[in-house]
């Protein structure tokens, strides 16, 4: 279970092959990943990995948010 | 990692150094036909990778081959200093007129090899250069220009040999340096050399110690001498929490989060980066405190490995709490090392606030890192509070804790 981060893909992202497929290659730590249909879902073992290099968001502006847990009230 | 003295001999032979006729013999039996081939009065003596041989009872003299052979005996069943022997060395005994000593090592603080000899050698050099300072000299040389001979001579001339031994003696010594930087050893060392009744001069008993690091490079050299890639050479076999410690940092290639060493203490320690670890081991001893580990952290390894490793401490047996510190790192993510170390106590089911007794870890990402200690209400300091004070607070706070006996 994720202690850490949490990453939201907004499902607007699932109608978009080339971006989810981006998302997997880009992210360092592997927290991207597409199941057998081709969508992408995040992968929970790793969140607590996520480097916040931000390459997700800038990758899909407004569709991936990557929410610190340890930052909420 | 320290080669055995039939291993050291092997190498100095190479290099030209003279010694006495040896064979090494792994039984009894070994040993007798050993002492039968080299004729005369043998010495013969256990191969342990430890000092204290001679006093222990690991060097014995024999003068005829059924007499080696029960010497050998003794030998390799006698454990020296909780080592077994990995074999006797039999070595054709010489009369000795003088005795010298030789070692080239790292002089870590003028960042350079340097030589050093004494024309008294065969006992503790250390005791030698406190008692007759003049009878030891030391020069350093550089690792970086191809070596010379004249440093050598240099070394010898300093102690007041002349003549056809300064000469005999620099070549000895000249061989070792070049082994030395060749073979990428810490310590070549010889006690003693020997010069013999018949005016020879031969290296009577070796030890060369290889920068672990330097392993792979000379792969092929540890094969001709006959060392298995497993062969560890430490002094003491692993223990199942080290080599665990092993296991963790093996995981993951990102960052080392692994290397432990395991002692009988109650603060475990998360500690490292660039010599950070040596003086953080010794700051918590300073201040009185007692680890319970030995370690190094350093680079950026990952949350899954930080908390690995922070696991592995807190399941000793004894930790009551452990202090998370590094020397000034600018490449360590604070944040990272907060989120592995927080997981790994809230896996092994503690509280942070409770189990980490300081953090201190001056890297980058101070302030996110920083973000998630206040968080989970554990204590931490940034760089303006010193090492040894950091330990020593971590130590305060371990003796500190409630219903704890004084
Ligand atoms: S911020 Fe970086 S590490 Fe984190 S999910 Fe996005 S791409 Fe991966």
Known sequence: MAMFIRVDVDPAVQADPA?????????????????????IATVEQNLDECTLCDLCIAAAPGRVTVVKLYAEG | MRLYEHESKQLLRRHGVPLPKSALARSA????RAAA??????????QVLTGGRMKAGGVRFASSPAEAKSAAAAILTLPINGQQPAGVLVEERRTIAQEYYAAVTWDT???QPVIVFSDMGGIDVEEVAVQHPGHVARVHFSALTPFSDFFAKVAVASTGVSGNELGALTRIVAALARAFLQYDLTLAEINPIGRLDDGSIVALDAHLDMEEEARGTHRALLQELGVPEEDTRQ????????IAGAAVDASDPRGVAGRVVEFDGNLGLIIGAGGGSLTLFDAIRAAGGKPANYCEIGGNPSVGKAAALTRLVLSKPGVEQIAVMMNVVSNTRVD?????VIKGVIEA????AAKIAIFRIPGSWEEEGFAILRRYGVDYVDRSVSMHEAARRAVAK????????R
Do not use: N, Y
């Open chain 1, 19 to 39: 971006l989810c497929k981006r998302l997997v290659e880009l992210c360092p730590v592997d927290i991207f990943a597409l199941d057998g249909a081709g969508r």
């Open chain 2, 29 to 32: 039996e070994e040993a007798e």
């Open chain 2, 349 to 352: 089911g503690h509280d942070p």
């Open chain 2, 37 to 46: 081939g080299l004729g005369g009065p043998v010495v013969l003596k256990s």
């Open chain 2, 336 to 340: 990272i090392m907060a989120r592995g």
């Open chain 2, 109 to 111: 603080r003028a960042k």
């Open chain 2, 398 to 405: 371990l003796g500190a804790q409630p219903g704890r006996k």
């Open chain 2, 235 to 242: 002094a003491r076999p692993p223990t199942a929490f080290e």
